[in-house]
């Protein structure tokens, strides 16, 4: 690709930017909020058309119209969030389109037959005729993966690929693309995970605000070399939110929340824990170990079969979200997407709602009110594009974020429930999230924090929680002394037991 | 807004006399004012509509509840001892509406609380409705003489017709109901996310409930203007098929039927483009059997207008490659900047 350009509306998301993939070779592209890795990936994929500049493809010179045109020309792309068809087999997902016919129609057990044989070149052991859903997300990711095999891609392009996926995982599909690198594939990488990107590429590409940085042999930088590459400065933020994060917590009066035995069946087991003003809680656990669980049943998103929960020493009784938000406390879902975004408003609209809704229908939020509430989170958060106009749907990733939790801060809760609030973003805004959940704990407000990002826990932590197989194991003040490897241990020694 | 002005064109150009209007007894007449009139009830049952439609919901039982609020308001009136008087006659309307609120409230309850698909919910109430009309006027086709009852479909105030006013009126108060207080954005954002809208405190339950409430209102109040036409509870006819031009007018004024965001406006130029197609129709002698032909082929125009694809195409042909669509916070716009920027 050469002298890229892609303009939007109020933005130039792609400013000449060159990138070359060559066969056999694993390439990771990294890059800010709004670096233009996802418009880059899109125009290589045929799903937005270029301004300016070309694609070649072995040689050839080929302007994409649409997706089919960029399959065509053999590329393959999994995304995020899979977009294979659940309802379907897994036989059917892998050969959609491509089914063995015969005279009389599709031949059912020959496209089976040969799904399986795509699916067993990735090292794949599953069975064609089972339903795509009944498998995990990592499978589901090999599968998406496997189609693009049947397809006789020449580039493959995963979009970060390993958010949802565990270490064993991870190494599964590493082990994937180790194979399909050696058949000559190419491979587009894209992660915010930089020790994976170090573990598996060959090359690296670097974009910061549309325009390419650099390319550069995966041995040629190290990981703050990198890291400032992406974001043009030095990065010691993250040094400093660690000392705010070494405090002492007043546990003296009544906790902001203190939960007693609760659980649900089949989801949690019966729990204790309290929180107190100004702290952060953070939760430690693997996929699956009941920390969203947890939390969604203490905010009433999930119904509790049994247990008590205290409010500064009132009992309440929190079903629904409603009630949650009445004793100010709020919720951020791991989902966004699905539990967070509301995609056809704008910005402004979807910092607003939480205020709007605890006000109810009749009273509404005024012009005046909305727009000073929500340049101050603008601002404060560093949110772009700045225009509170444009829709929620237009942002990135880590901006959605963001506006997310501007929504929740803008209610001034006193409890605040973040369930992987730097999933899928990149480093800049992970940052820039930890420090104002850093800061306003400092100030006061009481944190339940999740992440599966383990060093993020301990960063931000004045307490950590450990969770696995859905119950607590453990819980500890946290102590700069700690390190991932303690609570990994911690983890290793209850299964063990 | 465009087919509208070409349907005024249309008419104009085959009957000159499609836009005069004339005064007699200080009151006006004309193909317009007919259209004016006419549109009331298809107008309050659109307006209900919308809103259900923003949910993410639908509502079939529009039609049926009509024939309910005609046939309980003429019952009262036909047992009533002064027909004539106009507290007898607003207690009538006052009962029907309310009855067919409640009914509405039903609905409303089976989407909102029970959890039955809006389609399925409602379909029970269309089947039934009907019969349950049928019940109250005792089998009969109940007919009355009643003259304030007679004005709403066919008096005037201020020279135009008084069911106009019944149109302008639920304009405005859904119209401020709506946009002046936050129920409008709290409904958008329970038909574009409503499980993003539950986690962020909204209530969403109560939300959609009165939505369903409101629709069985005004559709009930469509069907006091209907009976008022005809003087008669006629449970079969009353809004046969209505529930399809209202959904019809929502989709032409702009309001997708996935849900979320809405617009009344376009609703209103929906609820024209309908009523002047049927004068079209009428006007050209098109034969009653072949009439919603007709009208299909007119709303595929106006659809395939509207749809962004089609626009792009065109825009290709005529080499206008280069054209960015603006930033807009409403309209169809929004469509082809999202999705350029969908994944």
Redesign the interface.
Known sequence: MRSISIEFPGVKALDDVDFTLRSGEIHSLLGENGAGKSTLIKALTGVYSIDSGTIQVSGKERTFAGTADAQSAGIATVYQEINLCTNLTVGENVMLGHEVRGRFGINWRATHAKATTYLRQLGVDVDPRSQLSGHSLAIQQLIAISRAMVVDCRVLVLDEPTSSLDRSEVEQLFAVMRRLRSRDVAILFVSHFLDQVYEISDQMTVLRNGKLVGEYHVGELSRSELISKMLGHELDELESIARTASRTIDRTGNPILKITALGRKGSIEPTDLDIYDGEIVGFAGLLGSGRTELVRIIYGADRSDHGAVEVRGKSVRLSSPRHSSNHRIAFSSEDRRAEGIIGDLTVAENIVLGIQAKRGWLRRVNKAQSDEVVAQYIESLDIRPVSPHILMSNLSGGNQQKVLLARWLATAPQLLILDEPTRGIDVGAKAEIQREIAKLATAGLGVIFISSELDEVLRLSQRVVVLRDRRKIAEFDNHESFDIGDIVALIAKEGAA | MGALFALVLLNTISRPSFLSITVKNGQLYGSIIDILRDSAPLMLVALGMTLVIATRGIDLSVGAVMAISGAVALQIISKSTSPNRIGTVLIAIGIGVFITLLFGLWNGFLVAVVGIQPIIATLVLMLGGRGIALLITGGFITTITSSPYAQMAQGHLLGLPLAFFFSVGAIAIIGLLVR????G??T??VG??P?????????SRG?IWSIYGISGLLAGLAGILYSSNIMAADSNNAGFLIELDAILAVVLGGTSLRG??FTLSGTVIGVFIIQTLTSTITFLGVPPAVTPVFKAIVVILVCLSQSSRVRQWLGRIRHLRGA????R?SGLE?EV??E????
């Not at chain 2, 002046?180 to 129920?183: G, K, N, S």
């Not at chain 2, 960015?324 to 930033?327: L, N, R, S």
């Open positions: 002046r207080t936050a129920l954005v709290l958008e954002s574009i996310n499980s993003a809208s539950r986690l962020a405190g909204v209530r939300i979320g965001k960015k669509p603006p930033i916070l929004t900047l999202a350029r920027k969908s994944v």
